[in-house]
């Protein structure tokens, strides 16, 4: 019995009917020897080591690949600015570039401003002039307007004027000297700025600067020695600035400087330079609602 259990022993993991020395036999008679480590990697491929590098140049092709699918759109964009810019104007449209000023509380283009005043004349040092006038001016534009202004000068002696008239009566130089009576002309505006005043914080006001050019015509008078008064019209130009001060959306405060060029009508010719300085209350029409 215990015999029989120590060849049980002795044979476990043999093939049966086989024993060592019946193995390369059976390999003679297959005609094959075992294969070799060698052999078997051969047959088997790269091992690990293989496959790692494999997988280092799978990560490197998938990169070139996103490469070059994304330089395929830059190309074409590239190729077509102006695609681009109609797509990027349809989405944001005006907004990409909007005007400095928008919805003005005091729009001009297309209104009438019809004012009332009282200048005066300070370039006269014998004659103390007070010039009630009135203005029309139609906006064509925002910045451009038409217009025409008259003023009516009331003279009186200044204290120069008065101390050579006491002192010398029929004084020559007083005399002689050439007198308005009316002062006119139309005149083509540029208005360019517009903006706000603060006065401590206490309010907020717009205003807007211009500036005009145009031609006119003026009445006056003179005494022409051996022929007494002569009264009568004469032509010119004049050029000035303003500004304008909005009280509400249709009430307007006027500060204007106005330098005329006339003809003299004296027998010794020239021309005579009087400056005008006004200031007029105005109204803006058709009124315009409020604005947020």
């Known amino acids: 019995m215990n015999r029989k259990v120590e060849v049980a022993a002795s044979g476990a993991g043999r093939i049966p009917g086989e024993n060592r020395a019946s193995l390369p036999r059976r ?21 690990p080591a293989g496959a790692g ?5 799978r990560p490197l092709a998938a990169h070139l690949a996103l490469l070059a699918m994304l330089m395929v759109p830059a190309a074409a964009l590239a190729d077509e600015p102006s695609k681009l810019d109609d797509a990027l104007e349809r989405y944001w449209g005006e907004d990409r570039d909007p005007p400095s000023v928008r919805l003005r509380l005091h729009p001009r283009d297309g209104r009438t401003e019809i004012a ?12 103390d002039y007070m010039a009630p006038g009135v203005s029309i001016t139609h906006f064509l534009f925002e910045s451009l307007s038409l217009g025409v202004s008259a ?4 003279e009186s002696f200044s204290k120069l004027g008065a101390f050579l008239d006491g002192t010398f009566p029929k004084n020559e130089t007083l005399e002689t000297q050439e007198q308005y009576k009316l002062l006119a ?4 505006g540029w208005v360019p700025f517009y903006g706000k005043l603060s006065l401590l914080g206490l309010g907020l006001a717009h205003f807007d600067l211009g500036a005009y050019v145009g031609a006119g015509a003026a ?3 003179f005494l022409e020695l051996g022929v007494g008064e002569s009264d009568g019209m004469t032509f010119g130009g004049d ?15 006027r500060l204007d400087w106005r330098q005329h060029f006339i003809l003299a009508r004296r027998p010794d010719g020239g021309v005579i330079s009087p400056s005008v300085l006004a200031v007029s209350l105005g109204t803006l ?7 947020p």
């Open 151 to 154: 003023s009516f000068p009331q």
């Open 219 to 221: 009445q006056t008078s």
């Open 53 to 57: 590098r494999r997988r280092g140049r």
């Open 27 to 47: 390999a003679e008679a297959g005609g094959a020897s075992p294969p070799t480590n060698e052999a078997q990697r051969r047959q088997r491929g790269p091992g």
């Open 185 to 188: 002309g139309a005149e083509l």
């Open 285 to 291: 029409f058709p009124y315009t609602e409020d604005r």
């Open 239 to 253: 050029a000035g600035a303003g500004m304008r001060l909005y009280i509400t959306k249709w009430v307007t405060l």
């Open 116 to 127: 009332a005043g009282l200048g005066f004349i300070p370039s006269d040092a014998f004659r």
